[in-house]
């Protein structure tokens, strides 16, 4: 039985618990309570850890929807492809749920190395899943159908897709629609999600699909997870319809470096927006797109240079919510991990509730600096050192 004792941190739940321990056994979130005896589980397990979180906040442990963990890019040539995430990158983060995604190249990037991957950041220590699918249409699966991939492969919760996007498919709204239906049905009957994760480009049609099928069909608006969303105050306004309508809004962080050339609203700043607009909290996330390609094209939609998505940018857009933006602690926690455990029904993930699986982050509490990261209940950085590395990394 191992044991780990997190003591007078101030807990955000996300709702404010106030300050009080945490008592965590094994992999599970045993016991939240104002003063548990580091002596008596003594007793118990003379091993016990325990964590001093007297001047800190203890949150959930970030999910992030939306990384490339086994590499992406490849626009401009082979030699633009990016290399897969290294496990301390995600631990530095403060990530411990992450979903992989293949992103343009869906030909020689395989979903069965993207689900070996998976495989292995979770025996690393962190929790993983998958979307089949990529940019095309129809979608590469693993069985066969994006149905079986959801009912017989554990760890596919849903399908992405690109769509207004000059590198996609462009499916016809049939087969679009054909599409969806399937990962609902699959979902229904796997007991997932079923999410349909779409890429949204930069083309003018931009969220045109999803009104016409909620307008037109019986499917629900939570079936999509449109992200890469706020592009320009022109789909910004889109956006906006969208969510007012009940619909989910992923926010992209790691295209920040980029914002200035391209236009798009930094993440923390659409937040804001967004629920000055009338968009309820509830449907606002965010999401990396780690170690995804960012290419630059000119007005000919020419390649003319690449930058890399960083998992870093989570914890930044994070601290740019309550520093800069003045969102509650509450509701930033909402953003990067609540919402998208809830919407991707993650059921272990994104709260701190006994019987909840210990991912947890404890920060700062006046400079937001992640100074420990626990997920499934093992410490993987203590006072800002890194204890845990991936397999090749050291």
């Not at 990530?95 to 020689?108: C, E, H, K, P, R």
């Not at 998958?130 to 159908?145: N, V």
């Not at 979902?187 to 779409?198: F, M, N, P, Y």
Request: aromatic fraction near 6%; charged fraction near 25%; glycine fraction near 10%.
């Amino acid at each position: 039985m191992r044991l780990l004792l997190i003591k007078n941190g101030d807990i955000y739940s996300p709702e404010h618990r106030g300050k009080k321990d945490i008592l965590v056994i094994n992999d599970k979130i045993f016991s939240i309570d104002r003063d548990i005896s580091a002596s008596a589980l003594d007793e118990i397990n003379r091993n016990v850890e325990i964590i001093d979180a007297s001047k800190c906040i203890v949150i959930p442990g970030y999910v992030d929807q939306h990384v490339h963990f086994n590499g992406a890019g490849g626009e401009g040539g082979p030699q633009f492809r990016t290399p897969p995430v290294k496990f301390s990158e995600f631990v530095k983060a403060g990530i411990t749920s992450v979903i992989g995604v293949l992103g343009t190249d869906g030909f020689a990037r395989s979903l069965k190395e993207l689900f070996m991957k998976a495989r292995a950041l979770e025996q690393e220590g962190i929790s993983t899943w998958i979307y089949t699918g990529a940019y095309q249409y129809p979608s590469p699966t693993i069985t066969g159908s994006i149905m079986s991939d959801l009912m017989f492969v554990d760890k596919v919760i849903g399908v992405k897709i690109a769509i207004s996007d000059h590198r996609a498919s462009h499916p016809t709204i049939e087969e679009f629609t054909k599409l969806v239906s399937e990962a609902r049905t699959g979902g229904i009957l796997a007991g997932k999600a079923g999410i349909v994760h779409i890429h949204v480009g930069s083309e003018q049609s931009g969220l045109g699909y999803l009104f016409e099928i909620i307008e037109n069909t019986g499917i629900p608006i939570e079936q999509f997870a449109p992200t890469h969303l706020a592009r320009n105050e022109e789909s910004f306004k889109n956006d906006i319809e969208f969510g007012r309508m009940g619909g989910y809004i992923d926010l992209t962080t790691g295209a920040s470096a980029v914002r200035k050339l391209t236009g798009k609203i930094k993440p923390s700043k659409a937040v804001k927006r967004l629920m000055e607009e009338g968009v309820s909290i509830r449907r606002i996330t965010m999401s990396t797109d780690g170690n995804g390609s960012i290419p630059k094209w000119n007005e000919h939609k020419e390649f003319i240079g690449m930058t890399v998505a960083s998992v870093a940018t989570l914890h930044i857009e994070f601290r740019d919510l309550v520093k800069e933006e003045q969102i509650s602690l509450e509701d930033a926690v909402r953003v990067t991990s609540t919402n998208i455990a809830g919407h991707l029904k993650l059921d272990q993930k994104g709260e701190i509730k006994e019987d909840k699986d210990a991912d947890l982050l404890v920060m700062d509490k006046d400079s937001l600096q992640i100074k420990h990261v626990i997920a499934k209940g093992k410490i993987l950085m203590e006072d800002e050192k890194i204890l845990k590395f991936g397999t090749f990394e050291k």
